[in-house]
């Protein structure tokens, strides 16, 4: 079976650009989350989604944005970037969200310049 | 605010020994808690988890300890292996509405595991 799969990899925007993330979640897997790590620091949780629905949302400002689709799969969007939003995104996914761990992407590497 | 914290940035251990690493939380409504382990390049994998009406969880070489009184939990390796090698992150969730929670995990800031030939 297929992991969590991101893309892209890596990317490179300016400062003032706006970026769109994308996931897709193991088969059968109806929960993804996103999280920010930067360097030197855990993840961070920015947002749940469950079933279509928000479930949960961190401490990051409304430039940071999320969806997800009937399939499951999910977009991170992120407007007006800023330097400090280079990090590494990382998407994870449940089967549903209660009891059962998380499944980590490989992340997407952000560099904002 | 670190609710979870893992102290040691880093930790050294010969193979075949013992690799004890240790976490801290601050959240009394924690209820369930995890290991991931990472390596580079690639995202934090799943290791072992253990619900707080547990104090002890084993699956193989991994035992997971929580002692709820401290808001402590280590993670035992036994014996290390230079596979081993890895940053280990504990994180940990509590009960939110809906019951879906365990989406959002909250992380320690991760130990560095060497496990040395």
């Known amino acids: 079976d297929a992991g969590v799969t991101q893309s892209p990899t890596h990317l490179i925007k300016t400062r003032g650009q706006h970026v769109t993330l994308r996931c897709s979640p193991i088969?059968?897997?109806?929960?993804v989350s996103w999280y920010q790590q930067v360097l030197g620091q855990g993840p961070q949780f920015i947002f749940q989604?469950?079933?279509?629905?928000?479930?949960g949302r961190g401490n990051f400002p409304d430039r940071f944005s999320a969806r997800q689709f009937p399939n499951y799969s999910s977009e991170l969007n992120v407007n007006a970037l800023l330097l400090g939003d280079s990090a590494l995104y990382l998407c994870?996914?449940?089967?549903?969200?209660?009891?059962?761990?998380?499944?980590f992407g490989n992340g997407t590497r952000l560099t904002v310049t | 605010d670190q609710q979870v914290k893992q102290n040691s940035p880093s930790l050294s251990v010969q193979e075949g020994r013992i690799s004890i690493l240790n976490c801290d939380y601050t959240?009394?409504?924690?209820?369930?808690f995890l290991w991931y382990k990472k390596y580079p390049a690639e995202g934090p994998t799943f290791l072992i988890s253990?619900?707080?009406?547990?104090d002890k969880n084993e699956d193989g070489r991994f035992t997971v300890f929580l002692n709820k009184s401290a808001k402590h939990l280590s993670l035992h390796i036994v014996p290390s292996q230079p596979g081993d090698s890895a940053v280990y992150f504990c994180?940990?969730?509590?009960?939110?509405?809906?019951?879906?929670?365990?989406?959002?995990?909250?992380f320690g800031q991760g130990t560095i595991l060497t496990v040395h030939p």
């Open positions: 994870a996914s449940s089967w549903s969200g209660d009891n059962s761990p998380l499944h």
């Open positions: 253990i619900s707080s009406i547990k």
């Open positions: 088969s059968g897997h109806k929960s």
């Open positions: 994180a940990a969730s509590a009960p939110g509405a809906g019951g879906t929670s365990y989406g959002k995990l909250t």
């Open positions: 989604y469950y079933e279509k629905e928000e479930r």
């Open positions: 959240n009394s409504m924690f209820d369930y």
